[in-house]
């Protein structure tokens, strides 16, 4: 046998072994240009593989890559379930948010109010401190988008 493939110490699963060989023995065989009559698929594979590896580099990607890519993802029928299925979940949040501000607004309404009238509470220099952060952000958001046209 090869020199090579004798250096290989046996592997523990069978299995692992026999596949194993054939991908060297597929190598072996377009390496040498040998007749590919009589292989079976797995073989075939194996050749195509190793004609791909013996190939080379291309030397950069073409210029409208990117867009093949993101074309071909949005094209995938899981993109579009996962973006139905987000549409859902997000309009059953929306739905499932006016039912408990129907149920329960009206108990919330007295505490925020009362919140609100008093801000020297805890609760009230938190709610302050909050709409600080948020109005923040907004700011730092709107000035980002100005500075970027």
């Known amino acids: 046998m090869n020199q090579h493939l004798d250096d290989i110490p046996p592997f523990e699963d069978a299995a692992q072994e026999r596949e194993w060989l054939a991908q060297e023995n597929a190598l072996r065989r377009e390496t040498l240009n040998l007749d590919p009559a009589g292989e ?3 073989d075939r594979l194996y050749r195509r593989l190793a004609q ?3 190939e080379p580099i291309p030397d950069g990607l073409p210029p409208d890559f990117v ?3 993101v074309t071909r993802a949005a094209a995938t029928p899981s993109a579009r379930f996962e973006y139905v299925l987000m549409i859902v979940l997000v309009v059953a949040l929306a739905v499932a948010t006016g039912i408990v501000i129907a149920t329960y607004g009206s108990e919330w309404v007295p505490s925020f109010s009362a919140i609100l009238r008093v801000r020297n509470t805890q609760a009230g220099v938190w709610l302050m401190a909050l709409a600080g952060c948020l109005g ?6 709107r000035w980002q988008r100005r500075g970027h046209r």
């Open 40 to 42: 079976d698929e797995r």
């Open 52 to 54: 791909a590896l013996h």
């Open 67 to 69: 867009m093949r890519v």
């Open 136 to 141: 923040a952000s907004w700011l730092m958001e």
